[in-house]
């Protein structure tokens, strides 16, 4: 166990070190990963989400829901060195590899690219046919990213002209997408479906669904070990959460003890 947290999303590695955002506290939590104990904090914008670590610029970036920025902070340092306004509220992001930062905006239904460096907006292009994006992974080699969205949809964007290719079906609720280079398989996990959406990249501009396998209710967080190619997915049992003046429908809060981790193999 992990003390001093509030909020936890994200959480990205960068050597000896392990990075975890903090929705409630609007900072991000440095922890050493051999003695698991919080070593310090850094201030990002508020309620901060998704994390990214960019090898190209050697840069963090948090994505902040509620400032709708994202926040580039130095491992070296532990310090901020700026942020980036998105126009809306960040859900996911992936990198290129070569200094440019792709970031579903959810609200506005868009895909928004930046520069690592200058923290400069390059882009702005509307994700068409895709609602409320969430999940995303990204296929560097040939230049696709995949968005999955409300309505159980998955929107595979060229990441060069901003231009929507397809879509696909998948389960509904998504949140976390993943892309396995060597087998060309993208996967969607479902909160609501209960399921796990497996997509084949049969060409950069077609795409097949190949399985849909049961996983369980809210079961919509997702990593992806590309070494061994298994996927793991962690739910718990909900329980209807409190109705308050500031939040008149609240989402399901978790049952404790029942949290579980599902591993998928092939």
Do not use: W
């Amino acid at each position: 166990d992990i003390g001093d947290l509030q909020g936890i999303h994200g959480t990205v590695f960068v050597k000896d070190r392990a990075y975890v955002t903090e929705g409630g506290a609007n900072r991000l939590a440095v922890i050493d990963k051999k003695s698991f104990k919080k070593i310090g904090e850094i201030a990002v914008g508020e309620r901060p989400d998704g994390i990214i670590y960019d090898a190209a610029s050697g840069r963090i970036f948090t994505f902040n829901a509620k400032s709708g920025d994202a926040t580039a902070v130095d491992p070296a340092t532990g310090k901020s060195v700026g942020s980036v306004a998105l126009g809306g509220k960040p859900e996911a992001a992936s990198s290129d590899g070569a200094g440019t930062i792709f970031v579903n905006i959810e609200d506005k239904n868009e895909l928004v690219a930046f520069d690592a460096k200058t923290l400069a907006v390059k882009s702005r292009h509307s994700l068409t046919g895709c609602e409320s994006p969430s999940g995303q992974s990204i296929d560097t080699r040939h230049g696709r990213i995949f968005s999955v969205c409300d309505g159980g949809v998955m929107a595979v964007t060229d990441m060069r002209t901003g231009k929507v290719i397809t879509t696909v079906k998948i389960g509904d609720g998504p949140d976390a997408s993943r892309f396995d280079p060597a087998t060309g398989f993208i996967f969607s996990s479902n909160g609501e479906s209960g399921n796990l959406t497996i997509v084949h990249e049969d060409s950069p501009d077609k795409y097949t669904v190949a399985d849909t396998v049961a996983t369980a209710s809210g079961a919509r967080t997702m990593e992806l070990d590309e070494k061994s190619h298994r996927v793991y997915l962690v739910t718990a049992d909900r329980k209807p959460g409190v109705p308050t003046a500031e939040q008149p429908h609240p989402r399901a809060v978790p049952v404790p003890g029942t949290f579980r981790l599902i591993v998928l193999g092939r």
